[in-house]
T-cell receptor
């Protein structure tokens, strides 16, 4: 089955700096790669995602890149702010036929990002 | 739209007791999932259901059972709780299809303590 590795496990940056979190996946059939942000005591929420037919996607200060050949994808946060402090999870999944067993969603272990004012 | 509703929010069990965590979604999603979250371990998949009437084991299924009651509801049962099952449990749902999936929405979580 799919295995997702995420690095680093903790990341501390100064406000205004950039932060990069990297993930690798094992199943070459995976085609959907979301990133979730989880604030303390809350549920994970999607911040950005990318599909395998795209190499890069950007949404304001957040961008994700995908290298299908190397099977890795990364989250880039620019001009970090204290409210960016949270745990970030990457995930990988692949589409499956309706009723099939291929539609699972596997997460990395998370990165705790701390942004110091 | 309520999204994904998960109950209860908190629960304390004694070792050996049983309980069922309930999850319901109103987004007409076909796939539903149960994860557990432990410090430093991320979100680990317990069971998932790709459609009504089907369930599959995830990474850590031992000690759990699930029921996909209908398209809306997916329950997780602990038959004989153990301290190792102390965790935060999340239910999630998303739309899955051939070649692509959509955003997963999570319930609010259940903080379970087994003493």
């Amino acid at each position: 089955g799919e295995n997702v590795e995420q690095h680093p496990s903790t990341l501390s940056v100064q406000e205004g700096d950039s932060a990069v979190i990297k993930c690798t996946y094992s199943d070459s059939a995976s085609n959907y790669f979301p990133w979730y942000k989880q604030e303390l005591g809350k549920r994970p929420q999607l911040i950005i995602d990318i599909r395998s037919n795209v190499g890069e996607k950007k949404d304001q200060r957040i961008a994700v890149t995908l290298n299908k050949t190397a099977k890795h994808f990364s989250l880039h946060i620019t001009e970090t702010q204290p409210e960016d402090s949270a745990v970030y999870f990457c995930a990988a999944s692949k589409g499956g036929k309706h009723g099939g067993s291929q539609g699972n969603l596997i997460f990395g272990k998370g990165t705790k990002l701390s942004v110091k004012p | 739209n309520a999204g994904v509703t998960q109950t209860p929010k908190f629960q304390v069990l004694k070792t050996g007791q049983s309980m069922t965590l309930q999850c319901a979604q109103d987004m007409n999603h076909n796939s539903m999932y149960w994860y557990r979250q432990d410090p430093g371990m991320g979100l680990r998949l317990i069971y998932y259901s790709a459609s009504e009437g089907t369930t599959d084991k995830g990474e850590v299924p031992n000690g759990y059972n699930v029921s996909r009651l209908n398209k809306r509801e997916f329950s997780l049962r602990l038959e004989s709780a153990a301290p190792s099952q102390t965790s935060v449990y999340f239910c999630a749902s998303l739309l899955t299809g051939v070649r692509m999936n959509t955003e997963a929405f999570f319930g609010q979580g259940t903080r379970l303590t087994v003493v």
